[in-house]
Nanobody, 120 residues
Framework: QVQLVESGGGLVQAGGSLRLSCLAS????????MGWFRQAPGKEREFVSD????????RYADSVKGRFTISRDNAKNTVYLQMNSLKPEDTAVYTC?????????????WGQGTQVTVSS
């Protein structure tokens, strides 16, 4: 059974940093692409970043490019999202996702999410 457990969310002031982690189990982690999405209150879920199974390829939403960095440690079955220079508009529930290819859908495997709140 696939399980994705996010951690590292919290309350931070604008300009601050947080590092999110997503611990995966129940599948062969180093054969899956991983990603992060977020959903703010009253808004649709939006793509943040993703990373290939090897870590050699990454993608970012324009809104976070240059501020967020995705990485993975296949030995620890964990994907990370380092978030710097946080802005109030980054406030959302951040959820990690896994799939064999970087085509994300409702049929991908999703975590429960972790809340990130950025105060101004």
């Amino acid at each position: 059974q696939v399980q994705l457990v996010e951690s590292g969310g919290g309350l931070v002031q604008a300009g601050g940093s947080l590092r999110l982690s997503c611990l995966a189990s129940g599948f062969t982690f180093d054969t899956y692409a991983m990603g992060w999405f977020r959903q703010a209150p009253g808004k649709e879920r939006e793509f943040v970043s993703d990373i290939s199974w090897s870590g050699s390829s990454t993608r970012y939403a324009d809104s976070v490019k240059g501020r967020f960095t995705i990485s993975r440690d296949n030995a620890k079955n964990t994907v990370y999202l380092q978030m710097n220079s946080l802005k109030p508009e980054d406030t959302a529930v951040y959820t990690c996702v896994a799939d064999r290819v970087r085509v994300w859908s409702d049929s991908s495997d999703w975590g429960q999410g972790t809340q990130v709140t950025v105060s101004s």
